[in-house]
């Protein structure tokens, strides 16, 4: 695991992706509110077990319970704790497309990575998103 990080070069490692990406829970507290700080220091702890790279927010991270302001307060905590170590690929699921294109802005403008998917459907549903935030 170790060779594939150890050019040092964020561009030439993420060019390809591969290896182990962990999804990751979104720890809550008894009372409801988000545990920022378990949050981080389990992205700590896979990173220093040799994961690869790190998947917030998708249907493990029960993105369809978090706020829009929650889910931003999770990818930035796990870029943070990440700190440029690995990629992190957040994701930007939701009911409606419209959420769908608000959570992608939040994460293209966080420098999060995304999933280059190669099926037509998907690739179909990328190319409307781009259309729809580029204003064409």
Do not use: C
């Not at 962990?22 to 990173?47: F, K, N, Q, W, Y």
């Amino acid at each position: 695991m170790k060779r594939l990080r150890e050019d040092g070069s964020a561009a030439k490692r993420w060019g390809v992706w591969r290896g182990i990406f962990a999804a990751l829970v979104t720890p809550m507290r008894s009372d409801g509110t988000l545990d920022v700080r378990t949050l981080e220091s389990l992205v700590d702890r896979l990173i220093r077990e040799g994961v690869h790279g790190l998947v917030p927010l998708g249907s493990t991270g029960e993105f369809y319970a978090l706020s829009p302001d929650e889910r931003q307060r999770v990818l930035r905590a796990t870029l943070g704790a990440a700190a440029g170590r690995v990629p992190v690929v957040a994701g930007a699921n939701a009911g409606a497309t419209r959420d769908v294109n608000r959570h992608y802005l939040t994460r293209m403008r966080l420098r999060a990575h995304h999933h280059q998917d190669t099926t037509k459907e998907n690739a179909f549903h990328g190319s409307l998103l781009f259309h729809l935030v580029a204003g064409r």
